[in-house]
């Protein structure tokens, strides 16, 4: 439990002091040595883990009772998750003391939204990593509609009409979708109720994965389409995607790193667990892979879809967000697919999808600042400006686009694999939707990194050493994944599909 | 299913949840945007009347407390805080018709029935209650969703918004007597800081586009972009 606790309490407190804290410089520095302290204790927590298999623990049970506590539970699969969240969390904080400084010179926001920023951002990761680690359902969907309500103030953050915009129609599209997917939570514990006798454990995700097979099928169901629609708004699958571009867009840039980074994750996070419980209740049933389908159906539209609308954008961090859907979208189709090898290549694409694309908003965030916009057609020739982020920005596309040795082409090829192995014609839309997302991001890539710089444009002060970090273990990850994470992902796939891969 | 065999207290019950579900009704048409805060707010006491009486039904204790937070909230607090703002930013009198209400009205008529149609093959037939219940329920939740899509200020959005959560709350407490403490506090706390932020946002809609009416937020189009 003490790892545990470090690794929620550290954010949590970090929050309310960040809140307190007054002189803008200090909290930067601040802000940085708490998401430190977090990542401690994730790693902890993984040491922990890999040694045990499995910690969990109840907190407040001399309160409520044994069942009724906040009960938690980190295994495989959600710890990878938690050190994940942490590390960007980390880096994303190393690049936005400076970033945020200098919105702060020029005079975009006063200290006093500065505090707000710093202290949403540490009640961002505390809702996330709150998520991640519980075991109860409900908790689970308090503390996603907290990621909501702990953002939404932060993509407001510029004040500009477009921002209030941008943060209204999140706030309000999240709320319906999560919303929708508290029904289907309500519905799950209702299925629970008449096979749990202990009415506080019927959302305790480890209960009711062990009663799986006795959950009403019929209820599971309907609950399982609520909650996919419900935690799919946050993944962004289409066509609940509506928010997703314009929040990352128009928020301030560590905020889309982390959005693009982590908060996606988190959901599909949450809907795998979710599938995990429909999948044993409907093993019986007519149509045992209903859950799989849904999501294969859901993760194909938003990936072909995202891949054509890549090509319409004009504004830099919108492509990138598009960008994000159509990796969510490949993800949930593989999480669809079911089966160890696709299974173990989401997996590591969620891996390898958070760090290449935290990095390539971090990037972007310093071209914008180069060029002073983040119209495509007004940032031109970084490479010539600032050669350390237009070769950021080349490498990381290419690694995001799949090429080879990066680790994203390694788990887009076992998801290949899995799918040519199981279902050989989805291939053919799987490779073509790569091929117009790549066409989509070099088109509008090329002139930025090459084309004619416009006269007096200066270099900024940039701080790449987060980029180096992440597209330097992006590159490991494609070319030698080592052997305690292959087997970490080994185990993960066992607990969600109940067969090895290694 | 015959509603006349069934205990007393659940008849009573039912009778409860459906004017909740009339008052979705009511909520969806009313013009008046103070009348529809206080059907908003007669709203959240039936449904804090149906954890009371749920409560005594079952001899669930927790339940009670529940009842009076859902008072507490839905009932006093954020009907109370949305007549604050409407009165700070000048809307008592503000009048808004929807294009053409018979639609709309007609559209949540058909969701109360695509609602039953929804539930009744789920649940078994000897259970009736539960049925009716939970159909209600999601009619709550989705009349909210076509109140929130149609209505096009931004305060009566924010009603439909916390109406569905009425609905959630309704399905939750007469379906499976109440979540756990744990949860159903999280989920008060989540709505709570919802409607603060909404506070907020009224204020920065009111700055940014001169008004609180969502249609004129257009700036951001798929190819829009340009904004600097």
Redesign the interface.
């Known amino acids: 439990m003490t790892p545990l606790m470090l690794v929620l309490l550290t954010p949590l407190l970090g929050a309310l002091a960040l809140g307190l804290l007054r002189r803008p410089v200090v909290a930067g520095w601040f802000n940085l040595g708490v998401s430190v302290i977090s990542l401690g204790g994730a790693l902890w927590l993984g040491a922990a883990v890999a040694v045990t298999g499995e910690v969990s623990g109840t907190l ?1 049970a001399q309160l ?1 009772g044994p069942s ?3 009960g938690f539970r980190v295994d495989a699969f959600n710890v990878y998750l938690v050190v994940l969240t942490a590390f960007v969390g980390v880096t994303t904080s190393i690049f936005s003391r400076p970033y945020m400084r200098y919105v702060l010179e020029i005079g975009r926001i006063g200290p006093r939204r500065m505090r707000t920023y710093h202290s949403m951002y540490q009640l961002f990761m505390f809702t996330m990593l709150l998520a991640l680690t519980t075991d ?1 359902l ?2 689970m ?2 503390a996603v ?2 990621a909501t ?1 702990a953002t ?2 932060l993509v ?1 953050l510029y ?4 921002a ?6 999140y ?2 599209l999240c ?2 979708g999560i ?2 997917a ?2 289907g939570t ?2 799950t ?2 299925a629970a ?1 008449q096979v749990i006798a202990d ?2 454990a ?2 305790t995700w480890s209960t009711l994965y062990a009663n799986a097979d006795g959950l009403e099928p ?2 599971m169901r ?1 609950a399982f389409v609520f909650l996919l629609v419900g935690y799919g708004t946050k993944v962004g699958l289409v066509p609940m995607h509506q928010w997703l571009p ?1 929040a990352h ?2 928020g301030p840039t560590p905020m889309s790193a982390v959005l693009s980074g982590l908060l996606l994750n988190v959901a599909l996070y949450a809907v795998v667990r979710l599938k995990m419980l429909v999948d044993g209740s409907l093993a019986e049933t007519a149509s045992p892979h209903l859950a799989g389908q849904l999501l294969m159906g859901f993760g194909l539209v938003s990936f072909l879809v995202a891949g054509l ?1 890549l090509h ?4 830099i961090k ?1 492509m990138f967000s598009y960008s994000s859907i159509e990796h969510m979208g490949l993800m949930t189709f593989a999480f669809g697919l079911g089966g160890p090898l696709a299974t173990f290549g989401a997996l590591l694409h969620m891996l390898v999808h958070s760090l290449t694309k935290s990095a390539i908003f971090i990037t972007v965030g310093h071209a914008a600042h180069i060029a ?6 007004q940032i031109r020739g970084l490479i010539r400006t600032q050669p350390a982020v237009g070769w950021s920005l080349l490498i990381g596309v290419a690694a995001i686009a799949g090429f080879p040795p990066f680790g994203v082409f390694m788990s887009e090829f076992l998801l290949l694999t899995a799918t040519m192995k199981s279902a050989p014609w989805f291939t053919l839309a799987l490779l073509s939707g790569l091929a117009v997302a790549f066409a989509g991001l070099f088109r509008h890539i090329h002139p930025m990194v090459y084309g004619v710089p416009p006269e007096g444009q200066q270099p900024v002060e940039a701080n790449m050493i987060p980029v180096a970090v992440h597209l330097s273990l992006v590159l490991w990850l494609g070319l030698a994944i080592p052997g305690f994470l292959a087997d970490w992902l080994d185990r993960a796939t066992l607990l969600i599909t109940g067969a090895h891969l290694l | 299913m015959n509603l006349t065999l069934l205990p007393l207290l659940q008849q009573l019950l039912l009778v409860l949840a459906a004017i909740v579900l009339f008052l979705s009704f009511v909520l969806l048409a009313q013009v008046r945007l103070i009348s529809a805060i206080h059907a908003f707010a007669w709203q959240g006491a039936l449904v804090a009347a149906v954890t009371a009486v749920v409560a005594a039904t079952g001899q669930v204790h927790h339940l009670y407390f529940s009842a009076a937070l859902t008072l507490a909230l839905k009932a006093l607090l954020i009907p109370w805080m949305l007549h604050r703002l409407t009165r700070r930013l000048e809307l008592e009198r503000h009048t808004e018709s929807l294009q053409s209400p018979a639609l709309v009205t007609m559209g949540a008529v058909a969701l109360v029935i695509f609602s039953y149609w ?2 009744l ?3 078994h037939a000897e259970m009736t209650f ?1 049925r009716n219940i ?1 159909a209600i ?2 009619a709550v ?1 989705l009349i ?2 076509l109140m ?1 899509v149609f209505r096009t200020q ?1 305060v009566a ?1 924010v009603l439909g ?1 916390m109406s ?2 009425n ?2 709350f309704l ?2 407490v007469s ?3 109440g ?5 159903e506090l ?2 008060a ?2 709505v709570l ?2 409607m603060v ?2 506070g ?2 009224f204020l ?2 009111r ?3 001169d008004s609180l009416d ?1 249609d004129r ?4 189009r ?7």
Do not use: C, H
Request: negative net charge; charged residues 15%; glycine residues 10%.
């Open positions: 407040g409520f009724a506590g906040l109860n409900g908790v969907w308090v509609e907290g309500l939404v103030l407001s004040r500009t009409p477009e209030v915009e941008a943060a209204w129609k706030f309000i709320g319906v919303a929708l508290l029904f309500v519905l514990y209702f109720q009415p506080a019927g959302l019929a209820v309907l314009d867009s128009e609308f319409r954008q004009r504004d919108r002073g916009t983040q119209s495509i057609d | 929804l539930v093959p789920m649940i539960t939970i329920s999601l939740v909210g969703l929130m931004a959005q918004f569905m959560e609905g959630l399905a939750a379906a499976t007597d979540m756990p403490l744990v949860v999280g989920v706390f989540d800081v919802a932020l909404f907020v946002f920065q809609l700055d940014s586009i969502v937020l257009n700036r951001l798929e190819t829009g972009g340009d904004s600097q």
